[in-house]
């Protein structure tokens, strides 16, 4: 396959870069790590809130995908499956760590008064936000910190919504469950999340 010889990497679908890897060139793969890197880092950085699981669980993740080449699909969307990967290994370096802190989704009523979905567009979006800089790195940080506390499959779920933007589907292949899991467990999370900036930030800040 000469394609990588017509046009440079950058200029490769996800499909040609692994094709190309598939084929022996390890140029493809250091590609993908560059197309990917800082994704699926910040991913990790939220998902485990631990810097010292981080490095490792990121590099873990990069190698399974470099030894796991006779296993590749191109035609299989490569952002979900090397989600996927960073996922599971983030649980297993959880449980390792003894800090799997996660507990029986219960039913959450309805909350009219939750703004967590437009602040989180807000926050990883790269439009101006109508505050300014000081005050949006504050919030940003007492989300990050509202959300590090939170159950690990109510964390997860959060980060691959609202910071990863994937869909109910991809969301419920990456971690394994039902969407109508996803879709239960997400709305348990907005409504845990809500609860828990509230008292992160006191009545004057939230009605």
Do not use: C
Request: aromatic share 10%.
């Amino acid at each position: 396959m000469n394609i990588t010889m017509k046009r440079p990497f950058e200029k490769l679908t996800d499909a040609e870069l692994l094709q190309s890897y598939i084929e022996g060139d390890e140029d493809a793969f250091r590609e993908i790590v560059n197309r990917y890197k800082n994704s699926l880092y910040a991913f990790l950085k939220q998902f485990l809130n631990q810097s010292d699981l981080v490095d490792d669980v990121f590099q873990e993740t990069f190698l399974q995908l470099f030894t796991s080449r006779e296993s590749f699909d191109p035609s299989r969307p490569l952002r979900p499956w090397l989600f996927t990967i960073a996922a599971n290994k983030a649980k297993d370096a959880l449980r390792k760590s003894q800090r799997n802190s996660a507990v029986p989704i219960g039913t959450i009523s309805e909350s009219e008064d939750m703004s967590f979905d437009e602040m989180l567009n807000a926050l990883s979006s790269d439009t101006a936000v109508p505050y300014d800089e000081v005050e949006r790195n504050e919030t940003a940080t007492r989300v990050s910190e509202v959300i590090a506390n939170m159950p690990e499959n109510l964390r997860e779920i959060l980060v691959l919504a609202y910071f990863n933007r994937f869909s109910y589907k991809q969301m419920a292949d990456i971690l394994g469950i039902p969407i109508g899991t996803v879709k239960s467990r997400l709305h348990t999370a907005v409504a845990r999340f809500a609860k828990d900036w509230k008292a992160a930030v006191g009545s004057k800040e939230v009605k």
